[in-house]
Structures are given as structure tokens and as C-alpha cells.
């Protein structure tokens, strides 16, 4: 199977030398993203990933930030990263090593928290890692496919089109917002929003291409303050959006300890 670091600018399969055949490998790939230093919530993930048989995991970023448990959960990954897992690049990640990036004054406060509690190991290992990846037809990115490193929320069937073409890639599935979304884009470039029906798998019929926003791991934001997660599956060609409960007030609990801002303790403990 072909793993491709996409550059920034980048983002889509381009081979000009006919080395990057696709194997087209089936699998079921757990897809995490935003877990952002929320221990309790990782936790709970990893358990429901392990109880459903996949394949292997890919994170896509923000792994730190907001939350209380940083280190655990970058070492989480870290070791899931040996193991085989795709792990890319997050703005709150990318924030460690680059104090100028712009964030809002709530985000820095936690990260400026974040940095000092994280060695000299993982710090390197954050910045380290690529913006995308592209695995088969498959683009994994954090926020764009089509400038990974501007951050961009795709929010929108109108914030979805510029990633359909930049890239060719069949399926985009990205994080960032915060907000599970599932977006088409069919053979005449119209895009259009799908419903998602938790828990139930959707077929990714080949005749669009794809775009699917995972909800977050650790900071959910659309009025459920459970776990979220994705499941894809290449054999039956279908996505499933997933929730997980978890002990949401004994991790705002620590936030308040640790003297996080008291937002985003709420934020966390309402879902927004």
C-alpha cells in the first residue's frame, strides 16, 4: 500500500514519474481527529476502535490543546504511530514549535500551558509531522486538502469546493471543525451537503467523490458532548460517524484544577 506525504501546496495524488500505482488494499481505517489532550475521551475511542476489528488508525491532528492531559495522550499516539498508525499535523500541533501562529487568546493560553509540560521527544515529533497524506484514493489532511497549512475550516459545501479541486483524490476526510459534515461532489463539479445518519454507514457511491469532516475526539462542538469518530470501510465502500460516551465532567473537572480557561470547561461539558 502507497503512502504519500502530500506537501502543503500539494494535495493532490500528482505522480509525474508513474511510480505512485495504487494498490487499492481493502481495509477498515479508524479515523480520529481533534482529540485535544482529553484523556478520558481518547481512552473511550480506543476501546470502541478495538471492540469493531479495524484494520489500522489514522489521526488527523490536534492531538494537544484545550484539554488537561497532554502528555498521555501525545504518548498515546505516539505508540499507536509505531504501531502503523497515519498521524498528521494539526494547528494546535503545529502552535508547539511556532508560538507566532495566530490563535484565539483562549487556544494560546493552553497551548503556552501545553508547551513547557511536553519533552523535548515529543515536541520534535510534533513538528515532524506532515501537513497530509495520501494513502491509495484516500487524502488525509486536518482542516483543507487545498492549503493544509492556512488552516482553513471547511464548514460549508462552499468551503468543501476548493479541495475537490485541487485534489483527485475519491475520499478527502479531514477534522479541524469540530463538526461531523459529509459532503459530494459529482462528475459536473456541483457539491452538496449529505445527511449523516449516526451510527449507520453511508455508501460512498463511486460515481462522486467525497469529503468527509470527523467529528472531534476531545472537543465536540455540535451540542453532543460525546467522543466522535469515523469508521471507514474500503471493502463495502462506506463511512460510518460514530459517538462515545464518556466521563465528560471529571475531564472539566481537571481542566479547572490545572486553571484552563473556565470556556472551555463549559464548552466541553455542553458539546458547542
Excluded at 21 to 41: F, P, S
Excluded at 120 to 147: E, K, T
Aim: with cysteine; net charge neutral.
Amino acid at each position: 500500500m502507497r503512502i504519500r506525504n502530500v506537501p502543503a501546496k500539494e494535495a493532490g495524488p500528482t505522480d509525474p514519474d508513474g511510480a505512485g500505482k495504487r494498490e487499492g488494499k481493502m481495509m477498515r481505517l479508524a479515523v480520529l481527529t481533534d482529540i485535544h489532550a482529553n484523556r478520558d475521551a481518547l481512552a473511550a475511542v480506543l476501546a470502541d476502535v478495538a471492540q469493531r476489528g479495524v484494520d489500522r488508525i489514522a489521526v488527523l491532528g490536534d492531538i494537544v490543546g484545550y484539554g488537561p492531559d497532554p502528555e498521555w495522550c501525545l504518548d498515546r499516539v505516539m505508540v499507536l504511530a509505531g504501531q502503523g498508525a497515519l498521524v498528521v499535523k494539526g494547528n494546535h500541533d503545529h502552535a508547539i514549535a511556532r508560538p507566532d501562529v495566530a490563535m484565539n487568546p483562549s487556544a494560546r493560553t493552553v497551548i503556552d500551558w501545553t508547551r513547557p509540560r511536553l519533552s523535548a521527544a515529543q515536541a520534535a515529533w510534533l513538528a515532524a509531522l506532515p501537513l497530509s497524506l495520501m494513502l491509495d484514493d484516500l487524502l488525509l489532511v486536518h482542516a483543507s486538502a487545498n492549503d493544509p497549512a492556512d488552516w482553513i475550516y471547511v464548514s460549508s459545501e462552499h468551503k468543501a469546493l476548493p479541495s475537490f479541486r485541487v485534489s483527485d483524490a475519491r475520499v478527502i476526510l479531514c477534522g479541524h471543525v469540530h463538526v461531523p459534515a459529509l459532503i459530494s461532489c459529482d462528475l459536473s463539479g456541483q457539491v452538496r451537503a449529505q445527511r449523516i445518519p449516526m451510527g449507520q454507514p453511508v455508501p460512498l457511491i463511486r460515481s462522486r467523490r467525497w469529503l468527509g469532516v470527523v467529528g472531534s475526539v476531545g472537543q465536540p462542538r455540535d451540542g453532543v458532548p460525546q467522543a466522535g469518530w469515523a469508521l471507514l470501510d474500503t471493502a463495502r465502500n462506506e463511512l460510518t460517524y460514530l459517538r462515545v460516551p464518556y466521563d465528560v465532567g471529571a475531564v472539566a473537572a481537571r481542566m479547572r484544577a490545572a486553571g484552563l480557561p473556565e470556556g472551555l470547561a463549559r464548552r466541553l461539558e455542553q458539546g458547542e
